[in-house]
Structures are given as C-alpha cells and as structure tokens.
C-alpha cells in the first residue's frame, strides 16, 4: 500500500486518477507524420477515474494479485515474476495476460462506486494546429506534452468546484518531474469554468506524480484508458461495454460535426463501434 494513503478514507476529498491511452507522438525525428503507423496511435485519450476510497480499492488490488500469484496456473509466465517488473509489481493491461486481464476486468466491473471520465483527441487534429502555428511561427515546435496539458484542461474544465479539497495523481511519465506543470493547467481549467459559468472555487488541488505500482487507482484507471483505446483504435468494443456503467462522460472534442466542441457520450448517449463507424470510412474525418 502507498505510504500517503491513510487508513481512513476522508469522504470530503475527491480523489481523481489520471493516465493516458495512446501517444501524443506526431513526427518522427526527421519530421516525417507517424500517426497511425505501427508504433504511433491515431488517438491520444487522457483518462480520470474518480475513487471514493483508495484504501479499499489498494486492498482489492493487492488480494487479486496475490491469489493470482500464488495459482500454479501462472508459474514460469515471465510476466508474474517479480524481476519482469510486470503483473507481479502492477497490474497493466497493455501487459497482463487475458486471464489476468479478465480478473481486473471482472473486479472493476463489480466496483460500483467507480467513476469513468475521458477526453479523446484525433491526432490528425493536432496536426492540423500544428501546422497552422508553423505557418504563423516558423519557429514554432510541437512538443507531445502540449497535446498532454490541452487536454488536461479539457478533462477538468467541470471537475474541479463540486468539493472543496482535490487528491488529483497523475500517472508519471517519463523521468522529469512535471507536477508544477500539469497545476498550472488544472489552474487554468479552475480559472476558465470561473469565468464562463461565474462560479468561484477556493478548492484545495493536492497534485502529483505516482508510478502505478504505488496505486491502485492509477492501476484502475489505465484499464479504463486501455478499454477505450480499443474501442477508437481497433473498433474493439467489448471491453467499453462490460465497463459502461461506471463511464460518466468521454468528450470527443475533433468530433466536430455537429459542434465545435465536439460529441459528448454519457449513459443517455451511449458510445459504441457503431457510433464510431463514420470515422472508419474516411482516414482524416472532419479534415
């Protein structure tokens, strides 16, 4: 268990997980577009689990991945071996067998208190903007932690005034510290929603970074993440499906056909493989 979780779960602190589902990639080195090549996705998401209790869900976690190591089943998987640093350190779906990916998927199904938010960005978009700023700037350079923070505001623009303390983990990327960076944006996302909806909040932001072996809830929510990449990567939709209900919201914001904010899906407005076909006939939609 990570040694900032308490073992009493304050019910007036919102704790919110954050990790990503594909890249923010667009170039390689020489400048040459990657999206959608082997490699590269075509889609960047940014995922939010809200977790009522951490506590409890550190302690699922751990007793799942106890009784799945201790099954003879798994003995010799290289992936449940402690110095593969995989399955046996953190469950990660990209990683975990399909029984073991199963499991999770069985507990998080059964963890009714969990809460689902999303935005998801077309990287043709991005590109788009890109060169437009290019042609404004020539000096201007895209760097993939720009796509990152956007969406970040995008994502918290309404979540962050309905309580009055915030316990926000981002998964860590990379090896720099980013905290300082991602506050501005959430700052930002506060100041904004101040501003178009004249409503203050003096909320407290407790930010950081955590490895997913330190939380469970940063284990959560990368099945969540994993579960929608699928369905807007490879129209795999079974996997959205068995988790529905604790999805609240998935902003499509390049999904500009109706609306230049984009499509918004919810339980009233369900997303599935069908509500996506229209993109699979065209490799560039909206551009």
């Known amino acids: 268990m990570a040694d900032n979780q308490s073992q009493e779960t304050d019910t007036?602190?919102?704790h919110y997980y954050i990790d990503e589902g594909?890249?923010?990639?667009?170039?390689?080195?020489?400048?040459?577009v990657l999206i959608g090549t082997e490699g590269c996705s075509r889609f960047f998401i940014l995922g939010l689990l809200e977790?009522?209790?951490?506590?409890?869900?550190?302690?699922?976690?751990?007793?799942l991945r106890a009784r799945l190591m201790s099954d003879p089943y798994f003995n010799?998987?290289?992936?449940?071996?402690?110095?593969?640093?995989?399955?046996?350190?953190?469950?990660h779906?990209?990683?975990?067998?399909?029984?073991?990916?199963?499991?999770?998927?069985?507990?998080?199904?059964?963890?009714?208190?969990?809460?689902?938010?999303?935005?998801?960005?077309?990287?043709?978009?991005?590109?788009?903007?890109?060169r437009e700023q290019n042609?404004?700037?020539?000096?201007?350079?895209?760097?993939?932690?720009?796509?990152?923070?956007?969406?970040?505001r995008r994502l918290f623009k309404q979540r962050l005034h309905q309580s009055s303390k915030y316990h926000i983990t981002f998964s860590k990327r990379g090896k720099s510290d980013r905290t300082a960076a991602l506050r501005e944006a959430l700052q930002s996302a506060q100041d904004r929603f101040a501003e178009q909806h004249k409503i203050t909040s003096d909320a407290s932001l407790q930010v950081s970074q955590a490895r997913p072996k330190d939380q469970a809830g940063l284990q959560a929510v990368d099945y969540f993440t994993w579960a929608l990449q699928r369905l807007y990567e490879r129209n795999e939709e079974r996997y959205t499906n068995y988790l529905?209900?604790?999805?609240?919201?998935?902003?499509?914001?390049?999904?500009?056909?109706?609306?230049?904010?984009?499509?918004?899906?919810?339980?009233?407005?369900?997303?599935?493989?069908?509500?996506?076909?229209w993109r699979r006939s065209n490799k560039k939609p909206g551009i």
């Open 22 to 32: 594909g890249d923010g990639t667009l170039f390689s080195k020489r400048g040459k």
């Open 76 to 91: 010799d998987v290289p992936s449940m071996q402690v110095e593969w640093r995989k399955t046996a350190v953190a469950f």
């Open 51 to 63: 977790v009522p209790d951490p506590v409890a869900l550190q302690h699922t976690f751990d007793d």
């Open 135 to 152: 042609e404004s700037d020539p000096d201007y350079r895209y760097h993939p932690n720009e796509l990152y923070d956007y969406l970040v």
């Open 244 to 277: 529905w209900k604790a999805f609240r919201l998935v902003q499509d914001i390049d999904d500009r056909r109706e609306a230049g904010y984009g499509v918004y899906y919810t339980q009233k407005k369900p997303l599935n493989a069908a509500t996506l076909g």
């Open 93 to 130: 779906a990209k990683d975990d067998l399909p029984e073991v990916r199963r499991e999770v998927f069985r507990l998080l199904r059964g963890a009714e208190e969990l809460r689902f938010f999303a935005v998801v960005a077309d990287k043709w978009r991005a590109l788009e903007y890109v």
């Open 12 to 14: 007036s602190i919102r």
